[in-house]
């Protein structure tokens, strides 16, 4: 079993930063996919940035531009790093990990953008 821990989020106000960070209990470098996941206040989770294995990256539009995903496989550790923050930026950010055909999921981190 995959064990997957975020942390990071807060309360930022709009135009600031922050990082999540998504730790793994398993080596990350076999992961073929992870990836960054929001849910915010009454909608449907949806993705908004993905790593493959290679190193190769996708945004969402709504954080295109001004988010990176990286992942650190000596620490086990995949990243979000988010600026310019917007009021709609706010919701439960979960990293998922698909590794041998099943997808795990972590327990989400809070991040809430006021004005």
């Known amino acids: 079993q995959v064990q997957l821990v975020e942390s990071g989020g807060g309360l930022v106000q709009a135009g600031g930063s922050l990082r999540l960070s998504c730790a793994a209990s398993?080596?990350?470098?076999?992961?073929?996919?992870m990836g960054w996941y929001r849910q915010a206040p009454g909608k449907q989770r949806e993705v908004v940035a993905r790593?493959?294995?290679?190193?190769?990256?996708w945004y969402s539009d709504s954080v295109k531009g001004r988010s990176t995903i990286s992942r650190d496989n000596a620490k086990n550790t995949m990243y979000l790093q988010m600026n310019t923050l917007k009021l709609e930026d706010t919701g439960v950010y979960f990293c998922?990990?698909?590794?041998?055909?099943?997808?795990?999921w972590g327990q989400g981190t809070q991040v809430t953008v006021s004005s």
């Open positions: 998922s990990a698909i590794w041998t055909g099943r997808e795990y």
């Open positions: 398993e080596s990350i470098s076999s992961f073929n996919v």
């Open positions: 790593i493959t294995s290679g190193g190769g990256t």
